[in-house]
C-alpha cells in the first residue's frame, strides 16, 4: 500500500530555516508528481509547492522565493526547503501524491508541525 511519512517540522524563530522530508512507498515514485500542502488551524488546507515526475515545480505565491521543493528519486524522497519562515508559515504541513483509477486518489502522509515564533 501507499505510504508517504514526513519528517523535519518542529519550531523554529521567525528568519529561520527548516527541511521537510517525506519518503515514499508503494508507489513507483520516479512517475509521480509529489506535493507538500499545509492546514493552518481554522483554515483550509492549501497547496505549497509541487513537483513533477520531469522536475517541474509549481509554488503558491506566499511561499515563491522562499521555499524549494525538489525530490532523490533513488532515495523515494521529496524535500521541501523553507527558508525566511514567518508565523504565517505555521501550519501542519502534509506531503502528498495521487494516482488515477478513473478518478483521481488521493494519498497523504501523516503530517508534521511546523510553528514559527515571531
Known amino acids: 500500500q501507499v505510504q508517504l511519512v514526513e519528517s523535519g517540522g518542529g519550531l523554529v524563530q521567525a528568519g529561520g530555516s527548516l527541511r521537510l522530508s517525506c519518503a515514499a512507498s508503494?508507489?513507483?515514485?520516479?512517475?509521480?508528481?509529489m506535493g507538500w500542502y499545509r492546514q493552518a488551524p481554522g483554515k483550509q488546507r492549501e497547496l505549497v509547492a509541487h513537483?513533477?515526475?520531469?522536475?517541474?515545480?509549481n509554488y503558491a505565491d506566499s511561499v515563491k522565493g522562499r521555499f524549494t521543493i525538489s525530490r532523490d528519486n533513488a532515495k523515494n524522497t521529496v524535500y521541501l526547503q523553507m527558508n525566511s519562515l514567518k508565523p504565517e508559515d505555521t501550519a501542519v504541513y502534509y506531503c502528498?501524491?495521487?494516482?488515477?483509477?478513473?478518478?483521481?486518489?488521493?494519498?497523504w502522509g501523516q503530517g508534521t508541525q511546523v510553528t514559527v515564533s515571531s
Open positions: 513537483i513533477g515526475s520531469s522536475g517541474g515545480t
Open positions: 508503494g508507489i513507483i515514485f520516479r512517475i509521480n508528481t
Open positions: 502528498n501524491t495521487n494516482r488515477w483509477a478513473g478518478y483521481v486518489i488521493n494519498y
